[in-house]
């Protein structure tokens, strides 16, 4: 008899935990999901580029964004950054493997384009290190940014060819002005 109450004890306490975790879960939730809002209406005041919507589905997507506090935050928004620009870099590096019959203007482009997001990533993973340590880094954004910004500017000298890495380069300068709203000092 004295073991089914242990049981019995241990199953209240078990549901009774459970219970209390699913009710802070979704206040983390509620709570994250304001300071998204809150962050990208903010940023989107301070950078001119940055669109609300990007801002806040970007940081949604992000892993653990839902219960993330502001530097945790601001660290997803940064590996995100890193993650795209990474795949750039890997898909620029796909478009020059198959380089035979590329507009030559075009190759010398994407090979630029490389060379731009090659020194830029490594100096957003400065940065990254910098924003975990003491919440600075904003100089690995801003590599990057320029990376993504001359690249779709080396792009436009085509004129009538659709550029291959627009919407990624865009995506790049966007998610840099997410990344300098966490890394700026106010």
């Known amino acids: 008899m004295r073991v089914s109450i242990v049981f019995f004890l241990l199953i209240i306490q078990l549901f009774l935990f459970l219970s209390f975790n699913e009710g802070r879960s979704s206040r983390n939730s509620c709570c994250s999901r304001n300071l998204i809002e809150e962050v990208c209406k903010n940023f989107t005041q301070r950078v001119a580029h940055l669109r609300y919507k990007f801002c806040i589905d970007s940081l949604e997507a992000g892993p653990g964004s839902r219960c ?42 994407l090979e630029t384009c490389l060379e731009l997001y090659l020194s ?13 340590s ?7 954004v801003s590599a990057i940014s320029w990376s993504g910004t001359r690249c ?13 890495l627009k919407k990624r380069n865009n995506d790049i300068i966007h ?9 700026s000092n106010e």
């Open 68 to 109: 993330a506090n502001r530097h945790e935050l601001g660290l997803i928004a940064l590996n995100l950054l890193l993650n795209n620009a990474t795949d750039t870099q890997c898909y620029i590096k796909q478009l020059l493997g198959k380089s035979k019959g590329l507009n030559p203007i075009i190759q010398s482009n």
């Open 120 to 132: 830029g990533i490594i100096d957003l993973k400065v940065g990254i290190s910098a924003y975990e």
């Open 175 to 183: 998610l840099s002005g997410i990344g300098f709203g966490f890394t």
């Open 134 to 140: 003491s919440g600075g880094g904003i100089f690995g």
């Open 152 to 164: 779709k500017d080396g792009m436009k000298v085509n004129k009538g060819a659709v550029p291959p």
